[in-house]
């Protein structure tokens, strides 16, 4: 079975500090993993996948097919990083659908 | 990137009655649409999965006549909760993938069942 898996509902970290929200899934061959954003009342837009291998706002993802994880690093977490945080997977052939982990709450205090 | 909209933003309906919610696509083509629910600070639940001119793929465990889909274009998918009761009221997402490209999310309507 297809499952995201985010094991902090909520993570709350100083500016400045390092931050790592983990994501673990669990998929019968090579998923494509993302990572979306929620700002405070706005739209989920994606902020990073695993195939671009790409740093946005800071932030990187790296793929360990080992692991089964996707986690979400940035080294200096800033106060605008707050958001809800959502993990999702994307399997082979499955009609583009995406699913998602249960969100992590990233509270950055000043 | 991209633009999704979905209209209302809001909708407060009586029990009993239906409701219907628009996704559409503003400046590119969705060959496929998904329509998501969000509970409050939890994650999104996959409903369903429309194709442009085809029957909508649903989820195990939600109900097709609840939920009606209709993709009739490829700027255009709608989602109609029919005899809507209390426990439908939820936070209902869309978002839209064209040929070759990520998805985008709209930005939710948030039903209210009274």
């Known amino acids: 079975a297809q499952r995201v898996t985010q094991p902090e509902k909520l993570l709350s970290v100083f500016k400045g500090a390092p931050v790592e929200l983990k994501c673990n899934y669990s998929y019968s061959g090579s998923p494509e993993l993302f990572w979306y954003v929620q700002y405070s009342r706005q739209r989920l837009q994606l902020l990073l996948r695993h195939i671009s291998r790409e740093s946005i706002k800071g932030f990187t993802a790296d793929l360990n097919k080992g692991e089964t994880s996707f986690h979400l690093k940035k080294p200096f977490a800033q106060e605008e990083d707050s958001a809800m945080y959502y993990c999702?997977?994307?399997?082979?052939?499955?009609?583009?659908?995406?699913?998602f982990g249960q969100g992590t709450e990233l509270s950055v205090k000043p | 990137g991209a633009v999704v909209s979905q209209h209302p933003s809001r909708v407060i309906c009586k029990s009993g009655t239906s409701v219907k919610i628009e996704c559409r696509s503003l400046?590119?083509?969705?060959?496929?649409m998904f329509w998501y629910r969000q509970f409050p600070k939890q994650s999104l639940m996959l409903m369903a999965t429309?194709?442009?001119?085809?029957?909508?793929?649903?989820e195990q465990g939600v109900e097709k006549d609840k939920f009606l889909i209709n993709h009739a274009s490829l700027t255009l998918s709608t989602l109609t909760v029919t005899s809507a009761h209390p426990e439908d009221s939820s936070f209902y997402i869309c978002?839209?993938?064209?040929?070759?490209?990520?998805?985008?999310f709209g930005q939710g309507t948030r039903l209210t069942v009274v």
């Open positions: 400046d590119f083509q969705a060959t496929t």
């Open positions: 978002s839209a993938r064209g040929v070759n490209t990520e998805a985008f």
């Open positions: 999702a997977l994307r399997g082979y052939n499955q009609g583009g659908k995406l699913i």
């Open positions: 429309s194709n442009e001119g085809s029957k909508a793929t649903y």
